[in-house]
Each structure stands twice: as structure tokens, then as C-alpha cells.
């Protein structure tokens, strides 16, 4: 596809896309809001789009547009689900098109990252743009990820996929300390499974990569009373879910077994985020205890809002 603009060089920003995955990128288009998108699954003759809450916002069933550079296409689609909060890091929607979009649909996988990694979205809402990742590290009990090169805003909500295998990883979300940072899927697919705002303390200089926030944008978990489960996880996929012919008849096979671990998972972190915050109390009324430089530690609790 022909270019318009350069793209901007001083971030590793290339106008080449780098596997399948980046054809399935989008620009969503939210009243004053502009940030990335890109297709995760399909439902009931529909394509699903993972972005951020803070493009999307968090009223279920507020429509916005989404642009497909790949076949010079604007869709409607309209928020389906979502978890945003100010404490915690959490900050992700899901959007289900109008129609099914012709263009590939690549899955979340429930895993830490690991190799290389690229993303592709529309920085400065200009694009379509790519990046080659290279993993600065992944913090927080594998759910945060940060990167270089730094990410800049209109970025927000691009997808963060594998050279390996192509699917999707991360959300690329914020920029933190001179990187790029963003959700793994793994620290999504907590907060989903136990329909809950969960997640770790959200720090000071953690920066959202929008000017003009979403004006829908509140704090908590939507979605819609019918949801389940979505069709968009790599580990729920039945091997049969490409529907190339459009009529969105394909269900993943449900999984409980891994969904009880993950859960069971999720109340561990919980009882242990007790133990630190009972810890915590104490120090704070401890006169004589020495401080020291926790910043960067790794295993802190799990808070609930």
C-alpha cells in the first residue's frame, strides 16, 4: 500500500510490514480519540478487535470506526468488553465489527513472551507503521512488558506479536521510563477470567499514549451479560476456526480445566497480596525500619479495586 507520510524514523519505525499479523492491524477512530487496533477472532459472523479502554472507552455498545489499510476499508464496530482502571494496570477492550473483516485474525496466547517481537499500528495517528520489539524486561509475575524502542501515542492498542508463530502476546499499552510497555496477554486473561479489575499497582510515571483520552473512559470491568467466553485465545482454539467463508460458525471448545488454574492462580497472588500489604502496614508504623529502593520489584501484590 502507497504511503503518505514518512514514517518516524528516530523510533525503528519501518513502512514494511513484518509477518501476517501486521495484516491485520487497524485505526480505530473514536470521536477525538485515535489509536490502533488489530483483529483477535470472530463471533456470530463477526470479527472481534483487541485495543485499549483508554481509545475505545468502556460504555458497552458505544460504536466507533475502525480503518483496514490492507483493503482501504472503514468498519463500525462497537465495544463488547472491557477493563480500565487508574490503580491498577489494566487497560484493554475488546470491539466486535459490523461484518467479517477479509483479513487474517491472529489469536492471544496465555504465555510469559519469549524471542523476538513486532508490532504495527499508527503512531502520531499516521501509518501503517511497524516496529521490530527487543524485550528490556518482563516484570510483575510475567504481566507487564517493556521494551525498545520507546512507544509513542496513536500506538495505543496495537497488537505485540511473535516472529515465531505470529500470535499475539501483548498489548502495547504505555511508556515507562524511556521504553515501551504494555499488558502481556497472560496479564489480560487474569483479569477475564476472574471477570474482575485485578492487576498490580499502577506507577506514578507510567504514561498512556493518548492525548485525548476516550470521554466514555470509567474505571472497572464491562461486559456484555451473554459473554462467556471469547473466541480469541490461542489455548481455547478447537483447530477448526479460520471460517474462511464468513458465516462465523466456528466456537472455540471450552477448556475448565485450565480456566480452574488460572483461577486458582489468581486467589494464591491474592492471599499472598494480603501477607504484603499486612507487611507493609507494619513498616509504615515502624519508626526504626530501614528503607530501601523497591522500584523494581518484581513480585509485588495484587490489587483489587
Known amino acids: 500500500m502507497t504511503q503518505t507520510a514518512t514514517a518516524p524514523q528516530e523510533t525503528g519505525f519501518s513502512d514494511e510490514p513484518f509477518g501476517p499479523s501486521s495484516r491485520a492491524i487497524c485505526k480505530v477512530t473514536n470521536g477525538n480519540t485515535c489509536g490502533s487496533g488489530t483483529l483477535v477472532g470472530k463471533r456470530n459472523g463477526k470479527s472481534l478487535i483487541l485495543t485499549n479502554a483508554h481509545v475505545a472507552g468502556t460504555r458497552i455498545g458505544k460504536t466507533m470506526r475502525c480503518y483496514f489499510p490492507e483493503i482501504d476499508r472503514t468498519i463500525t464496530a462497537r465495544v463488547i468488553m472491557a477493563g480500565y482502571s487508574n ?122 499514549l493518548n492525548e485525548n483520552r476516550a470521554a466514555d473512559l470509567e474505571e472497572g470491568f464491562f461486559a456484555e451479560a ?15 476456526d479460520d471460517d474462511d467463508d464468513g458465516d462465523g460458525d466456528s466456537q472455540p471448545s471450552p477448556c475448565p480445566e485450565f480456566a480452574a488454574k488460572v483461577l486458582k492462580q489468581a486467589e494464591t497472588m491474592q492471599r499472598e497480596a494480603a501477607d504484603l500489604a499486612e507487611i507493609a502496614r507494619k513498616y509504615q508504623s515502624c519508626d526504626d525500619c530501614e528503607g530501601g529502593d523497591d522500584d523494581q520489584n518484581d513480585t509485588g501484590p495484587l490489587f483489587g479495586l
Open 226 to 240: 451473554d459473554i462467556t467466553t471469547l473466541p480469541i485465545w490461542d489455548h481455547l482454539d478447537d483447530g477448526d
Open 87 to 208: 490503580r491498577v494496570m489494566m487497560d484493554w477492550a475488546v470491539l466486535e465489527a459490523e461484518e467479517i473483516v477479509p483479513l487474517p485474525h491472529t489469536k492471544l496466547r496465555n504465555e510469559v513472551p519469549e524471542g523476538e517481537h513486532y508490532t504495527g499500528g499508527y503512531p502520531r495517528c499516521r501509518g501503517p507503521y511497524y516496529q521490530r520489539l527487543r524485550t528490556t524486561r518482563i516484570t510483575h509475575n510475567g504481566t507487564v512488558w517493556r521494551w525498545q524502542p520507546v512507544s509513542i501515542g496513536g500506538q495505543s492498542g496495537s497488537g505485540v506479536h511473535s516472529f515465531a508463530n505470529d500470535l499475539l502476546y501483548g498489548l502495547l499499552t504505555w511508556s515507562w521510563g524511556g521504553d515501551g510497555a504494555g499488558q502481556t496477554c497472560r496479564s489480560i486473561w487474569l483479569q477475564y477470567a476472574n471477570r474482575a479489575e485485578i492487576g498490580f499497582a499502577k506507577p506514578a510515571d507510567l504514561v498512556e
